[in-house]
């Protein structure tokens, strides 16, 4: 029986980068995972494939609507090539998953494929093909990750009423594809098939778009949004998805009480993700889930059994691929006997729509919930030289801070390129600066980052120069 310091059930990028990091640190490690490829949800299904959609998608709404006021003129009539979309898209996967395969080779860490339960609290059976083996690790990490959760009157039949895992290799563009969930993943994968051609209708339970962001990056989102044509049926209770041929109907009560139908030839139900824990067998190690299936942990993501730790989506928190990347790492360090931490107030949150949205810290509903007296500075992007020269005019930067310190308690952002542009903004948090630090540091000149600079200046007395 192979032996380990450490075994990781979950490739994801918690697991992975947890292995990697215990290998760093001289720990004999292995990692399972029950699919042919590593990398989890977020490389093979989530993150990377999505982001591929969104720029390719975006590359083509370029090429119609907006090169010829550049200067560019096609000639003959620009054609989506969907199969050649969703192949680009998988060469990106392969690519990536691949890329984590060359990791684990160049750090030592023993791969093993197959599905792992627990046998007890130090042996994991990995079932495979041709057999079952079991390997014994002084300490485990359970990184098992999420997967999609849905309504139980809705049928996903994978075809027509699908997730967001069908959405990404769809064989012909919706004719009307209706979007169930106003969040993160349902509002991307709805904008690409928007951009493609397809008629998309957002179905939202909440009063709002994007509920747990900042309410007027909510408020910009939906207006941009519209714009684009998508249409929103927000305060809407889905009660029924039913499925005639390739025609998919979708029944809703408003807030008035009325019902509402709508038809499509394709449903997407988005409406969250759900831990994974499904063949784990975590009570034959006496590991205690949550009543929402998560595995219980401490503030240091140890279980209630002292040498097996859960990250990730599995655990209580935001279902993000970075937050899971902290944690694995934080986990790793804990075993190594260091005294790593996370500040979770401290990770971004982003939509990879366009514009693209992204915030840190508190919301502006929080602080006045919590009775924070704060001021709030913001700055339109359209105000920007370098807004004008891409012509990405939608959006603004909104940055919160204390009334009496001045001290950052959120930023939030909406605009081009605000998924790399709140970097800026955790690390101004991670070391407690002021809305005026940041409106003293020299931001260079036309660049989208000068928003940053001048929603602090506006936080700070008012000061924006471009406004």
Not at 77 to 90: D, F, G, P, T, Y
Not at 237 to 259: C, L, T
Not at 277 to 287: F, K, P, Q, R, S
Request: glycine share 10%.
């Amino acid at each position: 029986m192979n032996q380990y310091d450490v075994a990781i059930i979950g490739s994801g990028p918690g697991g992975y980068v947890a292995a990697i990091r215990c290998a760093q640190l001289g720990m004999k490690t292995a990692i399972i995972e029950k699919y042919a490829t590593l990398g989890g949800t977020c490389l093979n299904v989530g993150c990377i494939p999505s982001k591929a959609l969104l720029d390719s998608s975006h590359h083509y709404e370029d090429a119609v609507k907006h090169f010829e006021e550049h200067g560019i003129d096609i000639p003959g009539e620009i054609k989506v090539n969907l199969e050649q979309m969703i192949a680009r898209k998988q060469g990106v996967v392969d690519q990536t998953t691949k890329g984590i395969e060359f990791l684990m080779d160049k750090n030592k860490i023993d791969v093993y494929h197959g599905v792992g339960s627990f046998k007890d609290a130090t042996h994991i059976n990995i079932a495979k093909e041709g057999g079952e083996e079991t390997i014994e690790a002084k300490n485990i990490i359970i990184a098992t990750g999420s997967k999609p959760s849905s309504l139980p009157f809705i049928e996903i039949d994978k075809e027509r009423v699908i997730t967001s895992t069908e959405a990404l290799k769809l064989r012909e563009i919706p004719k009307h594809l209706i979007v169930i969930g106003g969040g993160v993943i349902g509002l991307e994968l709805g904008q690409v098939y928007k951009r493609l051609g397809a008629d998309v209708t957002v179905v939202e339970y909440m009063d709002r778009i994007i509920p747990g962001m900042d309410g007027a990056l909510s408020k910009e989102l939906t207006k941009v949004m519209k714009k684009q044509k998508v249409k929103f049926n927000l305060s809407h209770k889905v009660k029924s998805v039913e499925r005639k041929g390739d025609e998919v109907i979708v029944k809703a009560d408003d807030k008035k009480g009325g019902e509402v139908t709508i038809k499509g030839d394709y449903c997407l139900v988005s409406v969250g993700r759900k831990p994974y824990t499904d063949g784990l067998d975590a009570e034959a190690a006496g590991v205690k889930l949550d009543d929402r299936g998560r595995v219980e942990v401490n503030e240091h993501l140890q279980t209630n059994v002292s040498n097996i730790y859960a990250i990730g989506d599995v655990v209580k928190g935001a279902m993000l691929a970075h937050k899971a990347e902290e944690e694995g790492t934080m986990v790793a360090e804990i075993l190594a006997g260091q005294k790593p931490h996370i500040d979770y107030n401290l990770i971004p949150g982003v939509v990879y729509t366009w514009p693209e949205v992204a915030a840190v810290g508190k919301t502006e509903e929080q602080l006045k919930e919590e009775g924070v007296e704060y001021k709030s500075g913001q700055f339109p992007m359209r105000a920007l030289g370098r807004s004008r020269a891409s012509m990405d005019l939608d959006g603004f930067v909104k940055i919160l801070a204390d009334k009496k310190t001045d001290e950052v308690l959120g930023i939030h952002m909406i605009g081009a390129r605000c998924a790399d542009l709140i970097a800026e903004g955790v690390t101004a948090m991670e070391f407690r600066a002021s809305a005026e630090d940041i409106s003293r540091m020299s931001h260079a000149h036309p660049t989208f980052a000068e928003a940053v600079k001048e929603a602090a200046l506006a936080a700070t007395d008012d000061r924006a120069l471009h406004v």
